[in-house]
């Protein structure tokens, strides 16, 4: 806040602006000078009592006003302050104009944003305003007007707290909402007693608003230290959080990771020193293409005190170099909180710097086609509020919001509540696909690895890996889009598949797929699902590239494998038609693999026609299924 004190110095060498004939005897400027005797002792009773008897004689002392305003401003009496600047201002803003700025300041940090407004536009009609002042005095307005509009158009806001068995008189911070939306994961801060540490907690779902059952996440991931900011992977299979002053840190607070192992987690690693910095990084959020990490840190080199910075896993297991996520979400205060969504595409966070009600809050951006982030978009009045709004998760369907709060009537210092999210501030629709990996011969639970793309895009949607206890996997995916399923592990024949996910998201009808893998064995045959051409010719469609490189991957791990690669046609057309064209199929695939490095001498190709149907042709879907290529295993040694 701008200090008056130097003003009241000034104004003591001034000759009183006052006509003599207002002040017989000069009572008032007595009066007055001993009030700034007083306040400059920091007699502050005193100099009130010598400043009401010089505005009892004249009441409108400009000068009196503003020393008024001076002391019960440093007395933290704020409203009495704004009146004794009010009565200055109204009696001749101009004797000195930075007394309008330093109303404003105090009427917009008391909420009086439509005052504060005609304050701070007076004084910019003023010459010379120091520049610091000009730009707090154009932010404070932006904010002032978002402010009134915000809180004249509030969005629903219905939170229930979920209950006891969760929130007790510490402080609970939400931190993820498992994909079938059945677990909750929080972290719990106790605020006295012989354990004051922080720790990870699992509540369950027991009905559509009562959770509990809560356990801690327990060993090795809990420990006497504090762990918070935790994170999951969409699929359930990778831990993130934060950790501080431990042996293995690189800084303050460093990032860790866990792999799921069964019913238990992984002994932490530290992501190591690509990552984490001799600064702070904490509070990560893991994006479901299973690549892709966000966190915050304030190391050198981004926008503000902390910002939001991405790094990407590479496939030898390594970290990249992290990228700030740049100006449009980065502001040069603070940015904390970051919460991608199951969509891949929208992110929630929380920021000090964008036009906002309060100390933090809660925004929505989203990534487009081109990689940009849309302009941030505030969640709204009274989702945000005064107080400081830094964490908050939403559930997979888009349809509720859990965050942590200090709202009055709650069980704690903060709760966790969940609300439903406005419309306007909704993810893309969003489903999962689950399902079991097993052996195709001995029924063996496996653990495998996942790749979803995007045919019509060809982006890699989501990357994961079956749990290696049970083989199960879940696979977070957006709706209204046409997907090639990848599933591959060493020693099996990759499987592949194409599906379409249409209509509203929801957890209720999942996309269920249990998925057989063949070991690799001689005269074993895989179709090759995602492997596309033009109608009524051989040229391969661009999509069909993802699904050829992963037989190229296959083809150099297994170098001892010979392959024939067989095209197939449904019984449309004459015999030599489609002979002929299963076999320049089945070349073009043919071709692609010599073309980037396969020896010619482990490829044979060959059109069946529709010699070979899988399927009844006398059906559309039948007809589908028998046009197909496919590769067929000749001979093998696998390697040691």
């Not at 007693?193 to 801690?216: C, H, M, P, Q, Y």
């Amino acid at each position: 806040m701008f200090s008056t004190k130097v003003l009241f110095l000034f104004l003591l060498l001034m000759p009183m602006m006052l006509p003599a004939q207002s002040d017989p005897g000069g009572r008032e400027m007595k009066h007055h000078r001993k009030a700034l005797q007083y306040y400059n002792a920091s007699a502050f009773d005193e100099a009130l009592k010598e400043l009401d008897k010089s505005l009892r004689i004249n009441p409108s002392n400009v000068e009196s006003w503003l020393l008024s305003g001076d002391i019960h401003s440093l007395r933290g009496d704020v409203l009495t302050a704004i009146e004794s600047y009010k009565k200055a201002v109204a009696i001749d803003e101009s004797f000195f104009p930075p007394a309008l700025y330093i109303l404003a300041n105090l009427q917009f940090n008391s909420g009086l944003y439509r005052d504060c407004l005609l304050n701070y536009n007076k004084y910019l009609t003023y010459p010379k305003v120091k520049p610091v002042e000009l730009t707090r005095a154009k932010k404070n307005i932006e904010l002032a007007e978002f402010r009134i509009h915000a809180t004249e158009n509030p969005v629903p806001f219905e939170p229930v707290n979920l209950g006891s068995d969760v929130n007790g008189e510490g402080y609970e911070f939400v931190n993820y909402i498992s994909a079938d939306g059945e677990q909750l994961y929080f972290t719990r801060r106790t605020p006295k007693g012989a354990r004051k540490d922080e720790d990870f907690f699992i509540a369950s779902k027991l009905n559509d608003t009562i959770w509990g059952s809560v356990k801690e996440l327990g060993h090795p991931i809990n420990t006497p230290g504090d762990e918070g900011a935790m994170c999951l992977s969409p699929d359930g299979q990778f831990l993130f959080y934060a950790a501080c002053n431990r042996p293995d840190s690189y800084g303050s607070c460093d990032l860790y990771a866990s792999r799921k192992t069964g019913d238990g987690w992984s002994e932490p690693q530290n992501l190591g020193p690509v990552v984490n910095t001799s600064f702070w990084e904490s509070q990560p959020s893991f994006s479901p293409d299973g690549r892709t990490l966000y966190f915050v840190s304030n190391r050198p080199g981004g926008w503000g005190g902390s910002d939001i910075w991405i790094t990407r896993l590479n496939n030898d297991g390594s970290w990249t170099k992290p990228e700030n996520a740049g100006e449009v979400i980065n502001t040069p205060e603070a940015e904390r909180g970051p919460f991608i969504h199951p969509d891949g595409q929208t992110l929630y966070f929380s920021s000090k710097g964008h036009p906002g009600m309060g100390e933090g809050d809660i925004f929505m951006s989203r990534l487009d086609i081109t990689g940009e982030w849309s302009e941030p978009v505030n969640l709204g009045y009274p989702v945000n509020t005064a107080a400081d709004e830094v964490t908050m998760v939403v559930d997979i369907q888009g349809r509720f919001a859990y965050i942590s709060s200090a709202i009055d009537g709650g069980f704690g210092l903060t709760d966790i509540y969940r609300f439903r999210l406005p419309e306007s501030a909704k993810p893309l629709a969003v489903t999962y696909m689950k399902g079991v990996v097993s052996d195709s011969i001995s029924g063996a639970k496996l653990a495998a690895d996942f790749v979803l793309t995007d045919l019509e895009t060809g982006n890699e949607i989501a990357r994961s890996r079956s749990n290696a206890a049970n083989g199960e996997f879940l696979v977070c995916i957006p709706t209204n889009r046409m997907y090639a399923l990848t599933v591959e592990k060493r020693g099996y024949l990759f499987y592949s598949a194409h599906f379409a996910i249409e209509g509203e998201a929801g957890i209720e009808k999942p996309h269920l797929r249990n998925i057989l893998l063949k070991p690799v064995m001689k005269d074993e045959i895989t179709i090759l699902r995602n492997v596309f051409f033009e109608t009524d010719s051989s040229r391969l469609l661009p999509v069909s590239r993802t699904e050829l490189d992963k037989l190229f991957d296959f083809l150099k791990v297994n170098p001892q494998i010979t392959i024939e690669i067989s095209g197939h046609t449904d019984n449309s057309g004459s015999i030599p038609y489609n002979l002929e064209l299963s076999k320049m199929r089945a070349e073009s695939v043919y071709n692609y693999l010599a073309g980037k490095g396969v020896s010619k001498s482990r490829l044979t190709y060959k059109g069946y026609g529709a010699t070979k149907p899988v399927a009844d042709n006398n059906t559309p879907e039948g007809k589908a299924s028998n046009r197909r290529t496919e590769f067929r295993i000749m001979s093998l040694t696998l390697p040691e």
